[in-house]
């Protein structure tokens, strides 16, 4: 816990803290303290991350930066900490936190705890759930073994009539906001062909889609993502602008099955010859020829598309 081991850059994208913000930090109020190596880079310990993201958290609650780092440094982050007295919310509607409301770091664990926040439409604990999980594991780790299965369960409890479609829209919401900012964050290294990804006409859902564009950027692909209800004629244009090397479908409402199918032949109409890959169960609601339907979980999912493009 006390190693130092991260760099700022690690820092940086494990809180989603800039890094001349936690210099500045560190410049005006000594926090965090970071050690240096022989040629003054700073290193962060794992606990040192943990006390930045109870920081970041207690500023959505309310609190200034200066009023939270003030209590870490007095040995009182582990305490609940309420809003300020001068806050305009009555005092009965005041959310208290704690640095270990979220503690554990199996993401198993952590799924739970996400769904029970969602129930609750209580943001600020879905995102230190969050904030925990991406500083204690890998991405990939955190959208596999947490976020996919809490979403799993949110969709099943909607199933069973336990959550309103609100609850899943919300929950829907926060992770869509993580996973677009993770995407932003990591640039391809050496990125190779083009791969776009885009959801049918009609198509709503979109957070498979983006977590697939993620692990296919960490693969190289120079990833062209359109999101959520992508028209037809739009497609086309992007496809022939990019000169993409392989397109990426999602139709997860089996009543999207005849819109990807129609779409898929559109595109060999257009004279596509680039790979189609598709996924969700409007993939397999249905025969669909002229694409492919990888099964696996989604990094299964983004190597084959790469070994497809390698080969």
Not at 287 to 310: F, I, N, Q, Y
Request: aromatic content about 4%; charged content about 20%; overall charge neutral.
């Amino acid at each position: 816990m006390n190693e130092p081991r991260f760099n700022i850059r690690a820092v940086e994208r494990l809180t989603a803290i800039p890094a001349p913000t936690l210099r500045s930090w560190e410049r005006r109020y000594g926090f965090p303290a970071p050690s240096r190596t022989g040629t003054a880079r700073r290193l962060y310990s794992e606990s040192e991350v943990d006390a930045i993201l109870w920081v970041k958290a207690q500023r959505e609650l309310g609190l200034s930066v200066a009023q939270a780092i003030h209590l870490v440094q007095n040995g009182r982050a582990g305490l609940p900490v309420s809003l300020p007295p001068e806050s305009d919310a009555p005092r009965e509607e005041r959310p208290t936190r704690v640095m270990d409301s979220t503690a554990g770091g199996d993401p198993a664990v952590l799924a739970r705890s996400m769904v029970e926040a969602v129930a609750r439409y209580d943001e600020a604990t879905v995102n230190a759930i969050l904030s925990r999980a991406f500083a204690r594991h890998s991405a990939a780790v955190v959208i596999t073994d947490l976020i996919t299965p809490a979403l799993v369960e949110i969709g099943e409890r909607w199933a069973r009539g336990e959550f309103p479609i609100s609850a899943e829209h919300f929950a829907s919401s926060l992770i869509e906001r993580r996973l677009s900012a993770l995407l932003a964050e990591q640039p391809a290294v050496d990125p190779g062909p083009a791969v776009v990804l885009a959801c049918v006409a009609g198509e709503q859902h979109q957070i498979g889609l983006l977590m697939l564009a993620v692990f296919l950027r960490w693969a190289g692909a120079r990833v062209v993502y359109l999101g959520a209800d992508v028209p037809m004629a739009d497609l086309v244009r992007v496809v022939h602008q990019t000169g993409a090397a392989a397109i990426c479908l999602s139709a997860i409402d089996p009543s999207s099955a005849h819109a990807l199918a129609e779409t898929v032949h559109h595109l060999r109409e257009a004279g596509m010859t680039a790979p189609i890959f598709a996924g969700g169960a409007g993939a397999t609601a249905a025969p669909l020829r002229g694409a492919l339907t990888p099964s696996g979980d989604l990094h299964a999912v983004s190597e084959t598309v790469m070994a497809t493009l390698r080969s």
